[in-house]
């Protein structure tokens, strides 16, 4: 069911993309299309926390709605930066650099959070 959530997920945003992408960049530009990702992925967090087994008919549409949002708003500007603003003789060393953090953070995170549960305890 979750396969087929971000499935049908990413077929939206791919029917969207060439609509949204002009608009998202000539009429608010790439700064505050950033910035508005933001609230479209609070939203869909607060939209995920709030399904039941009872709500689920209501907000996954809602939730698909604010990732697709999200998915324009962030991905298209983050990478139209990453292509204007990094050197192009060091471009390949600064992407590795990214996904060498990326990769620390996804080691390191969980470890820090399950020790700090184990240390403190559930909320």
Not at 45 to 69: H, R
Request: charged share 15%.
């Amino acid at each position: 069911k979750v396969a087929l959530f971000y499935g049908g997920a990413s077929l939206i945003y791919l029917m969207v993309l060439p609509i949204g992408v002009p608009f998202f960049d000539e009429k608010i530009g790439l700064q505050k299309s950033l910035r508005l990702s933001t609230v479209f992925i609070a939203l869909f967090l607060v939209t995920m926390f709030l399904v039941t087994k009872d709500t689920i008919w209501t907000y996954i549409p809602i939730a698909l709605i604010t990732l697709t949002l999200f998915r324009l708003t962030f991905w298209v500007p983050y990478k139209v930066d990453l292509g204007l603003f990094t050197d192009h003789a060091n471009r390949g060393r600064q992407m590795s650099l990214i996904s060498a953090t990326r990769m620390f953070a996804a080691v390191v995170l969980p470890l820090l959070a399950a020790f700090i549960i184990e240390r403190f305890g559930r909320v």
